[in-house]
């Protein structure tokens, strides 16, 4: 006689309950593992092109004009938003630079000196000329530049994807 292998309710209800809770856990697992993964897989792109506004807010003049722009950065599920400026330089319709706002010793932001055409670091005292070369101080390179571009009457300035300022650097 063949032997037949019954369960009783018992064990039964044990099965079938630690087989649905295995399902249940597998499905609201997944989405779990992928929800704290999934910052840590994004590539944030940190290029682009940042709009100043239109190109009849910065005159054509011997003096610079200042900008400012905030980037944020998410790293995970930490949101941070930087502050970053700097100088239009229109010296002529077709002449346009823009210049960074932090001297390149100690990333301290530099101010344009009407008296003595030049831009100055309250730090150290580094002085820079209007086409941001070093003039005096312990600078050891002129200050960075934004490339530009004007489309359509607005001027735009590209964030560089690898910058000294940004990486905090100098």
């Known amino acids: 006689m063949a032997s037949s292998h019954r369960i009783n309710r018992r064990d ?13 856990g597998v499905a609201m697992g ?9 910052p840590a897989l994004k590539v944030q792109s940190s290029e682009a092109w940042i709009p100043l506004g239109p190109l009849e807010n910065y005159p054509v003049s011997s003096s610079p004009t200042s900008f400012s722009f905030t980037r944020s950065n998410i790293n ?13 330089i229109r010296q002529s319709e077709d002449d346009l630079q823009a210049l960074s706002h932090r001297c390149t010793h100690l990333s301290c932001s530099v101010n344009w000196v009407e008296e003595r055409q030049e831009f100055v670091c309250p730090c150290h005292n580094a002085q820079f000329g209007l086409e941001g070369d070093v003039h005096a101080g312990p600078p050891p390179t002129e200050l960075d530049r934004f ?14 994807a690898y910058n000294r300022e940004v990486e905090g650097l100098i």
């Open 12 to 24: 039964f209800v044990k099965v079938v309950t630690a087989t649905l809770s295995g399902i249940m």
């Open 30 to 38: 997944i989405p779990i593992i992928g929800y704290l993964i999934d």
């Open 76 to 88: 995970g599920w930490e949101k941070t938003v930087n502050s970053y400026g700097g100088f239009i």
């Open 147 to 160: 490339e530009t571009k004007v489309e359509e009457g607005t001027l735009f300035v590209k964030f560089p």
